[in-house]
């Protein structure tokens, strides 16, 4: 791997290591990215700063991806800024100043690191180490994501298995866990999640690796994704790797544009309802999630739902338009071909049953249809009673 420049914002004749870091950082970050940081305070203080990833490794014993998950970890943190070439390969490295951090505080429940015990402290971490039962967390997370995840099956019939219920064989497991990058994936997550992970978590990770061929970087921005939504709950981080699994999505590059969509998903309706003031509460934004994450729906057709709940109720209505999209959802109705035909069907079908009905009301009127006598005048009912007289 090629040679890597390192740059500072700041200038100093001593390794200097702020009270913030210590204060702010060290205690939620794991042992071996902090270790990773002070080498690279300490490299700074040298005339010669050229790197290499493999001479960072070397010097901590530990692989080359062990290094970018820190440096990763650091960047995600704002401590420093990594940059990459045209062929997307690291080639620089700048250590921020942390005066100028514009988010000193770190988000802990992202990074927290979970307290291991003598089983599980090493960096391969065994199956048996974990807990048999999903913790009492997970559960009250399950009940959040019931919004977004319960009663609606993946599109792709191969994928309608939960992959927290597949339980691995031993050999597999014994393999996974001789592999250095598996292990270390399962020592991230766990540092994303602040636990010791279950064994449905396991099972679930196991399915994602081993079954879905997702690359560890990708299940770690999966984590990283999920935690950053709040939501820890395997059945719910399953639900979204099985949804990308369905998009054929099987890098971060991929998946950070579907997360993008869904970005712009969230914008698009708050702007179709004219609710551009606030932020979507915490149900309409489960809604939005159901939307794009398991019905899969492009930004324009939930936009083009709104615009329809906007017409029909004349005010912004999540489930108005969760209604509709549970609908064309069920019927299949993908992009705005499938909307024209299908409206088109609903006028047809509109139309006939109006023509229907105005031959069942004429046949109904036929009593009224014989012709009747002409009314007499008045001066005729005057001639007879004058004759009369």
């Given at each position: ?296 729906f492009e930004t324009d ?52 049953k109006s023509s229907k ?33």
């Amino acid at each position: 791997m090629n040679n890597l420049n390192l740059y500072s914002e700041t200038v100093s004749g001593y390794t200097a290591v702020s009270d913030l870091f210590i204060d702010e950082y060290v205690p939620s970050a794991n042992g071996d990215f902090v270790k990773v940081y002070l080498y690279l305070l300490r490299l700074l203080t040298r005339k010669n700063s050229s790197l290499s990833i493999s001479s960072l490794a070397d010097t901590f014993n530990q692989t080359e991806n062990d290094v970018m998950r820190a440096l990763r970890y650091w960047d995600k943190s704002g401590l420093v800024c990594l940059s990459y070439d045209d062929n997307n390969q690291l080639c620089g490295i700048t250590v921020k100043d942390l005066k100028n951090n514009s988010s000193p505080e770190p988000d802990r429940s992202r990074y927290a690191t979970p307290e291991f015990n003598n089983d599980t402290a090493d960096t391969t971490v065994p199956a048996t180490a974990f807990a048999d039962e999903t913790s009492a967390d997970e559960a009250a997370s399950d009940v959040s994501s019931n919004v977004v995840s319960m009663d609606f099956a993946i599109k792709a019939p191969s994928h309608t298995v939960e992959p927290s219920k597949v339980t691995a064989p031993a050999e597999k497991l014994d393999e996974l866990n001789s592999n250095d990058d598996f292990s270390m994936l399962l020592f991230v997550i766990q540092t994303y999640l602040g636990k010791t992970l279950s064994q449905p978590e396991v099972n679930a990770i196991v399915y994602f690796y081993d079954t879905l061929h997702f690359p560890a970087d990708l299940i770690e921005y999966l984590i990283e994704y999920c935690v950053s939504k709040g939501k820890t709950s395997i059945r719910y981080i399953e639900k979204i790797a099985l949804s990308w699994a369905d998009e054929g999505i099987n890098t971060v590059e991929a998946a950070k544009d579907e997360v993008s969509n869904h970005n712009e998903a969230v914008y698009g309706v708050m702007k179709a309802f004219g609710l551009n003031n606030r932020e979507p509460g915490q149900v309409e934004k489960q809604l939005i999630s159901k939307w794009t994450d398991v019905f899969c729906f492009e930004t324009d057709m939930i936009i083009e739902a709104c615009n329809r709940t906007m017409k029909a109720t004349h005010q912004p209505s999540f489930e108005y338009a969760d209604s509709i999209l549970t609908k064309w959802h069920t019927s299949n109705i993908r992009n705005s071909e499938d909307i024209r035909k299908a409206d088109a069907q609903f006028e047809a079908g509109k139309a006939a049953k109006s023509s229907k009905s105005g031959v069942i009301k004429q046949n109904a009127n036929r009593f009224n249809n014989y012709q009747q006598r002409p009314k007499k005048s008045d001066d005729w009912y005057n001639s007879l009673l004058s004759n009369n007289n």
